[in-house]
């Protein structure tokens, strides 16, 4: 049987102390307001009875993938796995895929991600303190935006303007047999990330002992993105 993968977050066991966010920014190199890996927070109540609740998001990869039927390039597209994913050379930055999301983690890049690391010339402390540009120019690192493992699978290496971009489930990553950098970088092993046909695999055991649940339920897209052990 076909692989077919899916995540399951421990609510009970995260903390919120945003390592996953950071570890996708680190791994995929997103730029300021974009965010393949977030959190939405909400608190109820009136003090001093109130609640808290820290979600976790990402792309959820649906099997009915509503991203991946509006685009007219087929740029969104499934793979063999269940990966939702994105082409970008295919992408004509229409942003049909942004609008049927209803989970809101398909971001628009409307300028070159990073540029101002080439053109801001600007210092908190004026011969103190490297502007962005300095930093970049003296350092002779690569590009910020540039990720190599990123382009040795077929993924720009460096996003380009116009186009859209998403969580992946860090398919490079599970295709050397690895995680994806949320799950790894997670202190308190909230992320399950495997095979939802492996009956044996750790994810399917969990969602068999639990009731998971997940985002937005009635749009029908079937989420492979569970969350278990609620608080509320």
Not at 174 to 194: E, K, S, T, Y
Request: aromatic content about 10%; overall charge positive; proline content about 6%.
């Amino acid at each position: 049987m076909a692989k077919k993968y899916g995540m399951v977050i421990d609510l009970h066991r995260c903390v919120g102390c945003g390592a996953c966010d950071l570890a996708c920014k680190s791994e995929n190199n997103t730029p300021d307001g974009i965010h393949w890996a977030f959190h939405k927070t909400e608190t109820y109540g009136i003090f001093p009875h109130v609640s808290y609740k820290h979600t976790p998001t990402l792309c959820n990869h649906c099997e009915d993938a509503p991203c991946v039927r509006v685009c007219p390039t087929h740029a969104m597209h499934k793979t063999d796995e269940g990966f939702v994913v994105h082409d970008p050379n295919l992408c004509i930055g229409c942003k049909s895929c942004m609008l049927a999301d209803p989970y809101g983690v398909i971001f628009y890049n409307k300028e070159h991600a990073f540029l101002d690391y080439a053109t801001d010339d600007s210092s908190i402390v004026k011969g103190g303190t490297f502007s962005k540009k300095e930093l970049s120019d003296k350092s002779k690192a690569p590009f910020p935006n540039f990720n190599a493992a990123r382009g040795a699978d077929g993924y720009e290496a460096v996003r380009r303007k116009g186009a859209v971009e998403k969580c992946t489930f860090c398919n490079h990553r599970v295709a050397q047999g690895l995680a994806p950098a949320c799950v790894v970088a997670c202190p308190a092993d909230a992320r399950i990330f495997g095979d939802l046909n492996d009956e044996k695999s750790k994810i399917a055991t969990t969602l068999r002992a639990h009731k998971p649940t997940v985002l937005l339920p009635e749009k029908g897209t079937n989420p492979k993105v569970f969350y278990i052990r609620n608080y509320n």
